[in-house]
């Protein structure tokens, strides 16, 4: 398995701050993603990360708010902008390594907007 | 759109009984097909994969899963719980050729009671 590590690995920012998450993988990659856990909840798909090119993004997230960076093939940022409280979640990256369609998540970033 | 359903929201087990979580699916053709379990605190755990072939696969910590294709379930077994066993259980789907990212089910939580 892939070791994927994210920065930061939480925070506490103030409505209307943004604040860009890093994920890297020691891993060749081929496939990189943004997921987002709301308190309580199941994980959703926000977007994916293309390398070189803009993010392909799910039904309800736009690039305005949540846009998002993979500027080599182990490196990708997701960046929340405009916070409001209903953003608090956690975040969380995840990566296809090589060709075994196995998606692998990273630790995640714990959000809380106050 | 595809979508997955756990009906249990809620599991209470003793150790050393038997396991099973329920997944069903709906998708347009043979999804691919995982659970991950999330501990406390923890990141998100591939526990097992689905893709073709054999319909019993095995997984990590003792657990496997049988896919049913009449059924369009993907259920998870364990056949004795160990109090360590204790987490949030996940059940996604994606689609054929694993270049996407993935649909979750809203997890089914694992009591252990000893």
């Known amino acids: 398995s892939a070791v994927i590590s994210q920065k930061p690995s939480r925070d506490i920012c103030q409505r209307g701050t943004s604040l860009t998450i890093q994920c890297q993988v020691d891993?060749?990659?081929?496939?990189m993603f943004w997921y987002r856990q709301q308190p309580g909840q199941s994980l959703t798909l926000i977007a994916t990360?293309?390398?070189?090119?803009?993010?392909?993004?799910e039904s309800g997230f736009v690039i305005d708010k949540f846009p998002i960076s993979r500027p080599n093939l182990t490196f990708s940022t997701l960046t929340v902008s405009n916070m409001s409280p209903e953003d608090s979640s956690i975040y969380l990256c995840?990566?296809?390594?090589?060709?075994?369609?196995?998606?692998?998540f990273g630790p995640g970033t714990r959000l809380t907007v106050t | 759109a595809q979508s997955v359903t756990q009906p249990d929201i809620h599991i209470t087990v003793s150790e050393g009984a038997s396991l099973e979580l329920r997944c069903n699916y709906s998708?347009?053709?043979?999804?691919?097909l995982f659970w991950y379990v999330q501990s406390p605190g923890q990141g998100l755990q591939l526990l097992l994969k689905?893709?073709?072939?054999?319909?019993l696969v095995q997984g990590i910590k003792g657990f496997e899963a049988e896919f049913k294709r009449s059924q369009s379930s993907f259920n998870l077994r364990k056949p004795s719980v160990h109090w360590s066993d204790a987490a949030e259980y996940f059940c996604?789907?994606?689609?054929?050729?694993?270049?996407?990212?993935?649909?979750f089910g809203k997890g089914t939580h694992l009591i252990i009671q000893p």
């Open positions: 995840s990566a296809i390594i090589g060709f075994r369609y196995e998606q692998y």
């Open positions: 990360a293309n390398q070189g090119s803009e993010a392909t993004y």
């Open positions: 996604a789907v994606g689609a054929p050729g694993g270049a996407d990212g993935l649909t």
């Open positions: 891993s060749q990659v081929t496939m």
């Open positions: 689905y893709f073709s072939g054999d319909t």
């Open positions: 998708y347009g053709a043979t999804p691919y």
